[in-house]
Every structure is written in structure tokens, then in C-alpha cells.
């Protein structure tokens, strides 16, 4: 009976400390929400988008962070000519505790493009607060989750709280292009190491209580059709490669998903997606068919389906319709990321991920909605590693 009353006592302080927590934490939403707009005011476009990098993000963090508590800030750039720079960087902000274990969040820096300015009622890059919610582009991924680690380091400085394992953040660039220049980068410099507890936060949900502990396999397709140009009253000396991408589209679409139809619950989607994407420019005038089309595709794919058999369907097609209609493609595959290794239901991090989840959230769940570079590339070492999905 002692040992469960002094239990109840631990709980009853554990509740007691987390209320205040919750308090301070709320009592700063306006600094956490001032953070996260200035933040998303800085375009952090990789060079593979057309963009020229984090460098400029990275250097707001870096007069920022002194004021989050951290007793260690770090820089750990990757060469890169492709930017202004000549470097992509990567910060590592390490607040200590009493042991040499390391409780490792990693968030990224890098946003994806913009896309249409026409399609947005608002400046991507000038966010907007309305109804309790803020617009930007990177508001969500991963702008809130960079925002949320800082102020977790922030809480354990201003509110003396002991902590057993250091926390150290890492804010890495080049997460949506494959993380050559960010979280692998890191990794080859020895910065997290096998015991150390990692969780990528890098979605978010309705309630906050998903724990993802799997990837999607992920396959990037370019697809490039050759044709002959002509003008388009020139009936039988041309073959327009507009037309037969497009009929390539089409054809290769209802393949894959005929052909790779599994669904798993553990995922959401359910599925395996094949979405093309991107189109490049062609001719510039309305009267000249098209020598050249080229145009993406971004697959995700469940396991265990083999990436080499999604790439047998791009390749068949290719070939069929190129013997019927005398064009030629040229298929290239720019990224291509098997299924890491699942992270065990009953891994540390997964375990005290959640219990801290179920004590805030009342309950947890597992899954994996899509792919995420960091958490993929760690994973893929062979070690365990947690995504926590934010409540929206």
C-alpha cells in the first residue's frame, strides 16, 4: 500500500509540473507566434527548387537562439556551389543535462516553392494571423515544428527544470530534396549517435496524438518524351511528344495502380500514390508541335513493394508506345529511397514518446502518413527513430 501511495504522490507531482508547463507555455503563445511570422518571412528554397538555400533563414536562427537557454550553439555547414553562399547550413543548439544521452530533435529549415501566386488569397512569404490559425508558405512544414523545439528548450531554461538526458536540436536544411547537404551531412560528422533518443517532428493532425514509426518508399520519375518538331499543319512530318506524353501519362497512371493495388491501415493514405506532377515548357507559340516533353512523376510506396518493379511498369509502357508511335523517352530516376527498417512499437524513444503524448493527449496512435526525408535517412541507418505529428 506504501509503494502505491508514494506512486500516486509521483503521478499527483508529475500532473502538478505538467500544469505549470502548460501555463508557461501558453502565457508565451504570442512570442511563439511572432517567432513562427518572422520566421516564414525567409524563402529557404533549395537549389534543386530553383531556389539559393537556407543561409538567410539560418542566420535569423542564429540571433535568436542565445535567447532560448541553449548552453551550446553549433554550426555544421555542407559545401554547396549551387548557392550564393557556397554552403547549406546546418545548426546544432545543445542544452546540457546530467548524463551523456542525448534526446535529439530534428526539424528542417527548407520549404518547397510557392507554386502558383495566383492560387494563394496571400503573400506566401508575408505571413497572415486569421482566426487563430497562420498563413504562410512553411507555416506547417516545418516552420512550427523548429518554433515548438526552441520554446521546449526555452521552458526547461526559464522553469529550472532537472532534466536526465541533454536535448540537443538540430535545424538542417535540404530535407525536401534528400538531405545529401542536411541530415546526412550530420550523420557522417558523428553527431547522433545509437543510444540517443530521435524524434522528427514533421506533420501535424487533428489532435496531435499520431506517433509515425515507418516510411513510404519514395521514387521520383522523370519522364522524357523526343518527338520530331514541325509546324502543326504538317500532318505526317512530325510526331507530336506532347501527345504521346500525354497518352504516356495516362497509360502508365492506370498501370501503376492496377498493378500495385495493396492497402495498409498503417498508413494514410492507405495506399501507394503515383502523382504526376511537374511539366516543363515547351514551344513558346501556339503553331509548332513539340519536339520535347518533359514531365515528373513523385510516387510514394508502400512496403513491401519492390521499387524495381514500380520502375519495370515506367519502362514497359515506354517501350510499347514508343514502338507504336516512333518517339523515343528517356526515363531518369532522381530520387529513389527503399522503406527503411519499421521502428519498433517497443523502442525507448517510441515508449516515452508515448507516455508523454498519452499523459498531455489522453491517447496515442501509430502510423506514417507520407515520406519524410530526416526520420527516413536516420531510419535507414538502422536506427530507431520517432515522428511526432503536432496537433493542427
Same mark, same amino acid.
Given at each position: 500500500m +506504501?509503494?502505491?501511495?508514494?506512486?500516486?504522490?509521483?503521478?499527483?507531482?508529475?500532473?502538478?509540473?505538467?500544469?505549470? &508547463?502548460?501555463?508557461?507555455?501558453?502565457?508565451?503563445?504570442?512570442?511563439?507566434?511572432?517567432?513562427?511570422?518572422?520566421?516564414?518571412?525567409?524563402?529557404?528554397?533549395?537549389?534543386?527548387?530553383?531556389?539559393?538555400?537556407?543561409?538567410?533563414k539560418a542566420e535569423y536562427l542564429m540571433n535568436i537562439l542565445p535567447k532560448f537557454g541553449f548552453d551550446k550553439i553549433d554550426r555544421y555547414d555542407a559545401p554547396d556551389d549551387r548557392v550564393t553562399s557556397g554552403r547549406r547550413p546546418n545548426i546544432v543548439a545543445v542544452k546540457h543535462g546530467v548524463t551523456d544521452k542525448n534526446v535529439v530533435i530534428i526539424a528542417h529549415m527548407d520549404i518547397v516553392p510557392s507554386g502558383d501566386l495566383d492560387e494563394w488569397d496571400t503573400d506566401p512569404f508575408e505571413p497572415v494571423y486569421k482566426d487563430g490559425k497562420i498563413y504562410g508558405r512553411g507555416a506547417e512544414d516545418n516552420g512550427q515544428e523548429i518554433v515548438a523545439s526552441l520554446? =521546449?528548450?526555452?521552458?526547461?531554461?526559464?522553469?529550472?527544470?532537472?532534466?536526465?538526458?541533454?536535448?540537443?536540436?538540430?535545424?538542417?536544411?535540404?530535407?525536401?530534396?534528400?538531405?545529401?547537404?542536411?541530415?546526412?551531412h550530420l550523420l557522417e560528422e558523428g553527431l547522433i549517435h545509437q543510444d540517443d533518443l530521435v524524434i522528427v517532428p514533421d506533420h501535424s493532425?487533428?489532435?496531435?496524438?499520431?506517433?509515425?514509426?515507418?516510411?513510404?518508399?519514395?521514387?521520383?520519375?522523370?519522364?522524357?518524351?523526343?518527338?520530331?518538331?514541325?509546324?502543326?499543319?504538317?500532318?505526317?512530318?512530325?510526331?507530336? =511528344?506532347?501527345? &504521346?506524353?500525354?497518352?504516356?501519362?495516362?497509360?502508365?497512371?492506370? +498501370?501503376?495502380?492496377?498493378?500495385?493495388?495493396?492497402?495498409?491501415?498503417?498508413?494514410?493514405?492507405?495506399?501507394?500514390?503515383?502523382?504526376?506532377?511537374?511539366?516543363?515548357?515547351?514551344?513558346p507559340n501556339v503553331n509548332t508541335v513539340p519536339g520535347t516533353d518533359v514531365q515528373y512523376y513523385d510516387c510514394r510506396i508502400l512496403p513491401p513493394?519492390?521499387?524495381?518493379?514500380?520502375?519495370?511498369?515506367?519502362?514497359?509502357?515506354?517501350?510499347?508506345?514508343?514502338?507504336?508511335?516512333?518517339?523515343?523517352?528517356?526515363?531518369?530516376y532522381s530520387k529513389e529511397k527503399e522503406t527503411p527498417k519499421k521502428t519498433p512499437e517497443d523502442a525507448e524513444v517510441v515508449i516515452q514518446l508515448k507516455k508523454a503524448v498519452e499523459d498531455h493527449r489522453r491517447g496515442t496512435w501509430f502510423g506514417r502518413h507520407r515520406w519524410g526525408d530526416c526520420s527516413r535517412t536516420y531510419q535507414g541507418k538502422g536506427h530507431p527513430c520517432s515522428g511526432m505529428v503536432f496537433q493542427r
Open positions: +506504501r509503494n502505491i501511495l508514494y506512486q500516486l504522490d509521483d503521478k499527483y507531482l508529475e500532473m502538478k509540473i505538467m500544469d505549470k &508547463v502548460s501555463e508557461f507555455i501558453e502565457d508565451r503563445s504570442d512570442e511563439m507566434k511572432e517567432t513562427l511570422m518572422e520566421l516564414l518571412r525567409y524563402p529557404a528554397i533549395g537549389p534543386d527548387n530553383d531556389g539559393d538555400g537556407e543561409m538567410a520554446f =521546449a528548450a526555452k521552458t526547461l531554461d526559464e522553469m529550472d527544470i532537472d532534466h536526465k538526458n541533454n536535448l540537443k536540436v538540430m535545424l538542417v536544411s535540404d530535407e525536401e530534396t534528400g538531405s545529401e547537404y542536411g541530415i546526412d493532425e487533428k489532435n496531435g496524438r499520431q506517433i509515425e514509426i515507418v516510411e513510404k518508399s519514395a521514387l521520383w520519375v522523370k519522364v522524357t518524351t523526343h518527338g520530331i518538331q514541325g509546324h502543326a499543319a504538317g500532318l505526317g512530318r512530325t510526331i507530336n =511528344a506532347n501527345r &504521346v506524353a500525354s497518352r504516356y501519362l495516362l497509360d502508365v497512371d492506370k +498501370r501503376l495502380h492496377e498493378s500495385f493495388d495493396e492497402e495498409d491501415e498503417l498508413f494514410s493514405p492507405p495506399v501507394s500514390t503515383f502523382e504526376p506532377t511537374k511539366r516543363e515548357l515547351n514551344v513493394i519492390d521499387l524495381t518493379d514500380v520502375k519495370e511498369v515506367f519502362e514497359k509502357t515506354a517501350d510499347e508506345i514508343s514502338k507504336e508511335t516512333g518517339a523515343k523517352f528517356e526515363i531518369e
